[in-house]
């Protein structure tokens, strides 16, 4: 679908990176530094069918099956435009 995004549920992101290898699921689980996700869209940013909202870096260990079901499920859009968050609210000097 088309729209703006309008939340990332950013747990399901930590979650669809532990699918990769990028995170521990246990902890003695391995992180392999070479796999991880690149978010190329943000909250308020308007999407079409089509578009790359993220790019995946996988590895031999990746289950991607489950990585992409978890990360597709992280992202709510809306028909309407959505103000961007303030990612800085004030600087300490």
Do not use: Q
């Not at 088309?2 to 689980?29: C, K, P, Q, V, W």
């Amino acid at each position: 679908n088309a729209g703006f995004i309008h939340s990332i549920n950013t747990e399901r992101i930590g979650i669809a990176a532990m699918y990769l290898g990028a995170g521990r699921e246990h902890r003695d689980s391995r992180i392999d530094p070479a796999v991880g996700l690149e978010i190329t869209r943000k909250v308020g940013d308007r999407v079409e069918v089509g578009d790359v909202i993220a790019r995946f870096f996988i590895g031999p260990r990746s289950c991607v099956p489950l990585a992409l079901e978890t990360f597709a499920g992280a992202y709510r859009l809306s028909a309407s435009s959505v103000p961007r968050p303030i990612l800085i609210r004030d600087t300490i000097i």
